[in-house]
């Protein structure tokens, strides 16, 4: 095979758990018969599997021991017992035959092997340079969902600090009474729990805004005397127009007549 190719032998991984391979193992000098028949499958490739010294002149077991260093007596028996186990075979001429060679071939040219060099360089340049990156990216992915978790507890915190919650009267009173306004807690909660807490279209979002703004529309006059203005809005649901689909209750306007009358 002397045509600028180059050869190997390609053992499977499960070779030394074949049954043959076992049994001869398990041999008195069968770890020697084992090694032996390696060398023999090395040997054979030149020749496609023929134990041949050249293409005229076969091997024979003197000339095997020679090149394999190995005991002749170790010689004779192995060549008897791999033919009865049929993983050699003797030729007509005296050669043997490696039966498995022929399976057991690669090849490839010097433009091959420079080839598979040259994709081997390459995974390795790839390898250095994922191993460059891979921390980088991984320090721009916990980045990213940092960011991404603290902007959605920002998000979350902002909804919870917009969301409205419905005072009580007494906490109505408590801030009448804080900041000096002339609001009826009372008339207040009653008529924004009537209409659902909406001021127009809008749910309320910050009911303290809206007592201040009640209490802007009540005048104190110089001589002492309380005149209360009613709010336009209320004016017109006193006279029965609809303001926003929230007309007020007949108790709501009751209380204020009340108020009107003293």
């Known amino acids: 095979m002397n045509d600028g190719r180059y050869y190997w032998l390609k053992l499977k991984r499960d070779f030394f ?38 293409d005229e002149v076969p091997y024979n077991e003197s000339m095997l021991s020679t090149i394999t260093n190995t005991n002749l007596d170790i010689v004779r028996s192995a060549v008897k017992l791999f033919t009865e186990l049929h993983m ?32 081997y360089r390459e995974r390795q340049k790839l390898s250095e340079n994922t191993a460059v990156t891979q921390p980088l990216l991984e320090r721009y992915e916990n980045v990213t969902n940092s960011n991404e978790s603290k902007s959605k507890r920002e998000s979350k915190s902002k909804s919870k600090n917009n969301t409205f919650v419905k005072p009580t009267i007494d906490e109505i009173q408590a801030f009448i009474k804080e900041n000096n306004l002339s609001v009826d ?71 204020f007549n009340e108020r009107m009358k003293k």
């Not at 490739?45 to 050249?54: A, I, K, T």
């Not at 001589?223 to 007309?247: H, L, R, S």
Request: glycine residues 6%; aromatic residues 10%.
């Open 88 to 119: 050699m075979e003797i030729l007509t001429d005296g050669t043997i035959f490696m039966r498995e060679v022929d399976g057991m071939i690669g090849s490839a040219t010097n433009n091959d092997n420079a080839l598979r060099q040259a994709r």
């Open 17 to 54: 758990k074949r049954h043959d391979i076992r049994i001869v193992e398990e041999m008195p000098n069968g770890k020697e018969y084992i090694l032996f028949y390696l060398k023999l499958l090395c040997e054979s490739v030149d020749h496609e599997g023929n134990l041949r010294f050249s």
């Open 185 to 255: 807690a009372e008339y207040f909660f009653n008529y924004y729990e009537s209409n659902g807490w909406m001021v127009g279209r809008t749910h309320m979002k910050k009911w303290k805004s809206a007592v201040q703004t009640w209490s802007k529309r009540e005048t104190k006059p110089k001589n002492g005397n309380v005149t209360i203005q009613m709010p336009k809005f209320m004016e017109d649901q006193k006279n029965g127009v609809v303001i926003d689909d929230a007309p007020a209750s007949e108790e709501t306007l009751r209380k």
